[in-house]
């Protein structure tokens, strides 16, 4: 069974850093792509960034030049750093991974910003 487990989220002022991680178990192989999605109160789910298993990257365009997604393929685990983190930012960040044709999700990490 696939299980994806998210860290390091927290409470953090503007400007300030976070970095999350996403381990994946219950997996080994088929990996098609990694990456984080967002959810803040009120608003509908949004794509952060995602990691394909050859290392290709997306972004959506708040965080073009902030955040940086990464990924450790040894260990099934994708990163995102986020530096000059804004207010808006605050949200739920959850992982996905995809494999052939199913998404997997995460539970999610809680991520505020403070002003």
């Known amino acids: 069974q696939v299980q994806l487990v998210e860290s390091g989220g ?3 002022q503007a400007g300030g850093s976070l970095r999350l991680s996403c381990a994946a178990s219950g997996i080994s192989f ?3 792509a990694m990456g984080w999605y967002r959810q803040a109160p009120g ?3 949004e794509l ?3 990691i394909t298993d050859g290392g290709s990257t997306k972004y959506a365009d708040s965080a073009k030049g902030r955040f940086t997604v990464s990924r450790d393929n040894a260990k099934n685990t994708v990163y995102l750093q986020m530096n000059s983190l804004k207010p808006e930012d ?3 960040y959850s992982c996905i991974l995809v494999r052939g044709a199913m998404n997997y999700w995460g539970a999610g ?3 505020t910003v403070s002003a």
Do not use: H, S
Request: charged share 15%; proline share 0%; net charge positive.
């Open 10 to 12: 927290g409470l953090v």
């Open 30 to 32: 088929g990996i098609i």
């Open 43 to 45: 608003k509908q789910r």
């Open 48 to 50: 952060v960034a995602t």
């Open 90 to 92: 605050t949200a739920r």
């Open 109 to 111: 990490t809680l991520v």
